[in-house]
């Protein structure tokens, strides 16, 4: 059955059907709980050894090279790693494993009904690179129809309906697929009023490059979120220059405390390195336009495997904040008011 947009207005689209924006809470914006994120140059065949405590550090750093861990299809460890989650204080869980992550529907069903979480899922196709290549002749129309379809009717062959557009993949340089698959994305923000989570090509100047080009195509600039800036920007002025466009600024790397990057020559900062950005950007003004998460598509970053798991924002990071003087105004615009008004069809 086609929904009308009519009954989504007002409220927010979880796997297990709408809710009131009231039930969502704290919510992480950006996370994978089935996945299958394995690199285009690696030969998924050779997955690699086992991942144990003893190895996981190297595996991290790339000296062991890993293809398993860059996938996971686990209902039962994705269960509990999100019960961990719940029992820190979390509640929702946006899923952004779109076209080309290896998408489960109804596996994320199951985790929602195990675990009692809201989950939001994604839709909409990843990078070029990850794409199926039938995609390569497919027009800006038909990719606005068939996300279109998936928000209102339902995603990957299932009944089960997106919440959110995303995450919309692009990369440097910028390839005409993923222009195409963003204008189509746009034109879907517009029709079912859900806002659009893009990931951003490794380079300091193309997630402005992005939000100009929203801004261009008919786009909700104030609902369109650009994911891992904190791997992308490391300049205030780049950063307030973006933040000033009305885009929504995610900081989704949480979690990750090594300097070392494995995807190109840049230094990320650490978790408190976040929170002086954050803090920056709220004292300009930009308060209701970050959201936060820890995008966890790597088996050593869950709990199970030796890593900080989906609990480690309400567990370590809220701490920090108060720590470090953000007020509860603050944590809970970040946390819950932003999160709750993206995820509001409007």
């Known amino acids: 059955m086609r929904l009308a947009r009519e009954q989504l207005r007002g409220r927010a689209q979880t796997v297990t059907g709408l809710v009131e924006p009231g039930e969502i809470g704290r919510t992480l914006m950006h996370e994978h709980l089935i996945w299958d994120a394995t690199p285009s140059d690696w030969k998924a065949s050779e997955p690699g050894p086992e991942i144990q405590l003893c190895n996981c550090f190297r595996i991290n750093y790339s000296r062991v090279k890993v293809p398993r861990n860059f996938v996971c299809r686990s209902v039962e460890t994705v269960s509990q790693e999100i019960t961990n989650m719940i029992d820190a204080g979390g509640r929702t869980v946006v899923e952004l494993s779109c076209g080309g992550l290896s998408p489960d529907p109804k596996g994320l069903v199951q985790i929602a009904h195990k675990t009692g979480a809201q989950i939001v899922m994604g839709c909409g196709y990843y990078v070029d690179a990850k794409q ?179 609990a480690h924002i309400f567990e370590n990071v809220v701490p920090l904040m108060r720590e470090r003087g953000f007020s509860e105004t603050e944590i809970n615009a970040i946390l819950v008011d932003n999160p709750k008004r993206l995820l509001t069809f409007v």
């Open 132 to 310: 199926d290549r039938a995609n390569d002749s497919r027009s800006v129309d038909s990719f606005a129809e068939e996300i279109m379809s998936q928000v209102l009717e339902g995603a990957w062959g299932t009944d089960v309906r997106a919440g959110i557009i995303g995450e919309i993949g692009c990369q440097v340089p910028w390839t005409s697929l993923e222009r195409r698959v963003l204008q189509g994305a746009l034109i879907a923000q517009v029709e079912t009023g859900a806002s659009v989570n893009i990931h951003p090509g490794r380079h300091e100047d193309q997630p402005q490059e992005i939000a100009e080009f929203v801004d261009a195509n008919g786009g909700r600039i104030d609902r369109t979120i650009l994911s891992h800036i904190d791997r992308t920007i490391f300049d205030v002025d780049r950063l307030l220059q973006l933040a000033d466009t009305g885009c929504v600024i995610e900081f989704d790397l949480f979690g990750q405390e090594q300097g070392y990057y494995p995807w190109a020559n840049i230094e990320p900062p650490n978790d408190a390195g976040r929170l002086r950005l954050i803090r920056m950007l709220i004292d300009h003004g930009h308060l209701e336009r970050i959201v936060i998460s820890h995008d966890i598509c790597q088996l050593t970053r869950l709990a199970c495997y030796g890593g900080h798991g989906y």
